[in-house]
């Protein structure tokens, strides 16, 4: 089992529908949670952090952390083609130095 | 302006040759780290240094040399040694060492190919 999975997609959705994506996590220590984008050939971008159970709302993105279940999501409302993208989740377990596990990412396709 | 900065954005190497990538950093971050990501693949750790003078292998650190003389800079070199180093190459930087909650930015990542 890898420590942090996502479905590689494609996600297809069309413009202006709630784009949902999903990542879970296997070590119960994990503390922090990161949603990153990354545009085709470019670097990460973060767009999320969420550290706590429940939802974190930022615009149109809304991260969702249920540690009990070991998930956490990422909803993008109102999706636009710019949106388009791979999106990767990312976890930091307690005192393990800052570092981060990333999952394999999920491509996100927002067609007009 | 403050941001990571990466040299060269393209690198070409030959079979043999040992090559240093730069990462710069003006943030006033701490904590400095090396990934590598293969197409179509997250990103995996090759070392990390949470200060001056000292740093951690990650996950991948075979045929991977690093320092960390300044605060602001944290160069890898790849040697002759690692024996598949196509690869995009990123750098990042967080503020906190060891803080949980800290969030890693990146810088914009360096084609390495291999001739």
């Known amino acids: 089992q890898k420590e942090v999975e996502q479905n590689s997609g494609p996600l297809s959705v069309p413009e202006g529908a709630i784009a949902s994506l999903n990542c879970t996590y296997s070590?119960?220590?994990?503390?922090?949670f990161f949603w990153y984008r990354q545009y085709s050939g470019k670097s990460p971008e973060l767009i999320m952090s969420?550290?706590?159970?429940g939802d974190k709302e930022d615009g149109r993105f809304t991260a969702q952390l249920n540690k009990a279940s070991q998930y956490v999501s990422l909803l993008i409302r109102d999706s636009q083609p710019s949106d388009s993208a791979t999106y990767l989740c990312a976890v930091r377990r307690y005192n393990q130095g800052g570092k981060l596990i990333f999952g394999q990412g999920t491509e996100l396709s927002v067609k007009p | 302006d403050g941001g990571i900065t990466q040299s060269p954005k393209y690198l070409f190497r030959k079979e043999g040759q040992n090559v240093t990538l730069s990462c710069e950093q003006n943030l006033n971050h701490d904590a400095m780290y090396w990934y590598r990501q293969d197409p179509g693949q997250g990103l995996r750790l090759i070392y990390y240094s949470q200060i001056v003078n000292d740093f951690q292998k990650g996950d991948i650190a075979e045929g991977y040399s690093v320092s960390r003389e300044k605060k602001e800079s944290f160069p890898l070199t790849v040697t002759s040694a690692q024996k598949n180093p196509t690869a995009f190459y990123l750098c990042?930087?967080?503020?906190?060492?060891?803080?949980?909650?800290?969030?890693?930015?990146f810088g914009p990542g360096t084609r390495l190919t291999v001739l």
């Open positions: 990042a930087s967080s503020g906190l060492a060891g803080s949980s909650y800290n969030e890693q930015f």
């Open positions: 070590d119960r220590g994990s503390q922090s």
């Open positions: 969420i550290y706590s159970n």
